[in-house]
């Protein structure tokens, strides 16, 4: 029975320090160059609206963002986003989701998890998360 105990208690630790997972399933093609970008008041942290807008710029869409109650319908081609970030020493992105719709379809999703992670690994810096996913999601 103890070594029972022993294994569950080895595969929390090992939980505890896994490292982040990300999942991308990028866009394979949009109509225009175009993006809305549905603000999320649920986001505090306006560093991660303007990394995002600034890494859609620079794949080359013209950004204009809309107020939260607009939704997919906004435009024909919306981002959707929401970040979580955490305290632990210092403040990092413990969660970022990135999502795309062209004409209210979803037809792309980049997520970053870094929220069960115990370790140094976990303190990246936002921005440079943030323009990793778009550069993944956006791969053309």
């Given at each position: 029975m103890k070594i029972g105990l022993v294994v569950v208690?080895?595969?929390?630790?090992?939980?505890?320090?896994a490292s982040a997972q990300q999942q991308i399933n990028p866009v394979s093609k949009l109509s225009v160059k175009q993006m809305c970008i549905v603000q999320n008041p649920a986001v505090s942290q306006a560093g991660f609206v303007d990394a995002l807008q600034?890494?859609?710029r620079h794949k080359g869409f013209d950004v204009q963002m809309v107020s939260p109650g607009s939704g997919r319908a906004a435009c024909p081609q919306v981002v959707e986003y929401t970040?979580?970030?955490?305290?632990?020493?210092?403040?990092?992105?413990?969660?970022?989701?990135?999502?795309?719709?062209?004409?209210?379809?979803e037809v792309g999703l980049a997520r970053y998890d870094?929220?069960?992670?115990?370790?140094?690994?976990?303190?990246i810096k936002g921005e440079e998360k943030v323009r990793e996913l778009v550069g993944q999601l956006f791969p053309h």
């Open positions: 208690a080895a595969a929390a630790i090992l939980v505890g320090c600034l890494a859609m970040a979580n970030y955490r305290w632990d020493l210092a403040l990092y992105l413990a969660y970022a989701e990135i999502k795309v719709y062209e004409n209210q379809k870094a929220m069960r992670v115990a370790g140094p690994s976990k303190f």
